[in-house]
Nanobody
Framework: QVQLVESGGGLVQAGGSLTLSCAASGTFFGIRTMGWYRQAPGKQRELVATIYSTMSTTYGDSVKGRFTISRDNSKNTVSLQMNSLKPEDTAVYYC???????WGKGTLVTVSS
């Protein structure tokens, strides 16, 4: 099983930037597909970005061109660089190991207008 711990959330003004990090424990991190999801109040959890073992990436339409997902397999971490933040990006952000039931507890990002 994989254990995931997110960090880096906080309060930021619209147009600002934040970087989220997810530290993973467990085996085979380097071959796992990792994802960042978010859930805003009253809304369903949505996929933000995915990074594969090949380092290829995919993004949700709402964050394309603004967010960048990356991973460091030597440190078992996956990061989400968020630029040009908007109030609608406000949500709890979760790290997920695809194909497992492993989720972090989430980190809150609040973007003020």
């Amino acid at each position: 099983q994989v254990q995931l711990v997110e960090s880096g959330g906080g309060l930021v003004q619209a147009g600002g930037s934040l970087t989220l990090s997810c530290a993973a424990s467990g085996t085979f991190f380097g071959i796992r597909t990792m994802g960042w999801y978010r859930q805003a109040p009253g809304k369903q959890r949505e996929l933000v970005a995915t990074i594969y073992s090949t380092m290829s990436t995919t993004y949700g339409d709402s964050v394309k061109g603004r967010f960048t997902i990356s991973r460091d397999n030597s440190k078992n971490t996956v990061s989400l660089q968020m630029n040009s933040l908007k109030p609608e990006d406000t949500a709890v952000y979760y790290c997920h190991a695809e194909g497992t039931t492993s989720w972090g507890k989430g980190t809150l990002v609040t973007v003020s207008s």
